[in-house]
């Protein structure tokens, strides 16, 4: 294939739906949906709806880049911890894909894709100390050092900070994780029904409220100063931005400052940003 028009896959495997799509290597440009379906709890059942929608395209695509809904392994083939897909841990999943379509396979948490999409050419472009945080089934997060050309993509936990005093139980074994008022699938265990179905703005303050202090929390240890967000809570909800904003500026101790801003791919960034994985320039990846 000529080198300087490369496709490349991009599967973004997230708590609640796949998607597939082909990519422009270059570019980053969606070419084309392959599929989107309810992602499979089983392990095996993803497994074969990936195979059938890339057996059209096997024989084109010059690498598969795969954003998924959990913590990868320091090795980078396979999940260690992902609450919202457990029959994923620890299956062989870049092999797996490797001898379903035969070329190069990189995988990464959801959000550091999305942090290395806009980082390419979203809200994050010419950042230096930057973030990508997923508000959906999940909170999900990522934190991008880019100096001197190196860039440094390290995933981060931080539904699973501990706030002080709360008793709820977190799916990931834990008590009193953020992830329990702010993840989509624990939120709705909690407040007793699906968060689409809430409507009262005082629920939505106080979710707001809640992640300012997880965002204070993560930019005091990490030293970031702007935060790309995405996920389908954030989509649905773009209020909690500007009210967690004025909740951190009021909080947060002079001499730090953080801002969360919409990503500017929106759902599509993991989907973008997997593609991206295969370009060295993407950086090294700390998962
Ligand atoms: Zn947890």
């Given amino acids: 294939m000529d080198n300087t028009n490369q496709i490349v896959c991009g599967i973004d495997i997230g708590g609640t739906n796949t998607r597939i799509a ?39 695509i010059a690498g598969v880049g795969v954003s ?24 062989p ?24 999409a806009e980082m390419w050419n979203g809200a994050l472009q010419g950042a230096e ?14 934190v991008f050092y880019h100096q001197a050309n190196v860039q440094l993509n390290v995933s981060v936990q931080i539904g699973h900070q501990i706030l002080y005093r709360h008793t709820r139980p977190c799916l990931c074994g834990q008590t009193g994780c953020i992830e ?31 992640l300012a202090i997880g965002i204070i929390n993560t930019a005091q240890l990490t030293r970031v100063e702007l935060i790309a ?21 009021q909080q947060i101790s002079s001499g730090s400052h953080v801002a969360l801003i919409p990503a500017r791919h929106q759902e599509n960034a993991p989907l973008i940003g997997a593609a991206r994985l295969l370009s060295p320039e993407s950086g090294i990846i700390i998962h």
């Fill in 180 to 210: 329990t008022y702010l993840g989509g699938k624990q939120a709705a265990m909690y407040a007793g029904k699906p968060l689409e179905t809430i409507q009262d703005p005082g629920y939505w303050r106080q979710y707001a409220e809640i």
């Fill in 129 to 142: 100390r930057c973030a990508f945080l997923t508000i959906s089934t999940g909170i999900g997060a990522a």
């Fill in 229 to 249: 967000v995405s996920g389908s809570i954030a989509l649905h909800h773009p209020e909690i931005l500007s009210i967690a904003n004025t909740a951190i500026k």
């Fill in 93 to 116: 999943l870049q092999q797996d894909l490797a001898n379903i379509v035969q070329t190069r396979i990189v995988l990464a948490h959801d959000p550091v894709c999305g942090g290395i």
């Fill in 68 to 91: 998924i809904g959990g913590q990868v392994n320091p090795t980078g083939d396979s999940l260690r911890a992902a609450p919202n897909l457990p029959d994923y841990e620890n299956k």
């Fill in 22 to 60: 082909i990519i422009h290597a270059q570019t980053g440009a969606i070419l084309q949906f392959l599929d989107k379906f309810p992602t499979p709890p089983k392990y095996e059942d993803q497994l074969h709806a990936i195979s059938a929608a890339l057996q059209p395209w096997k024989w084109q």
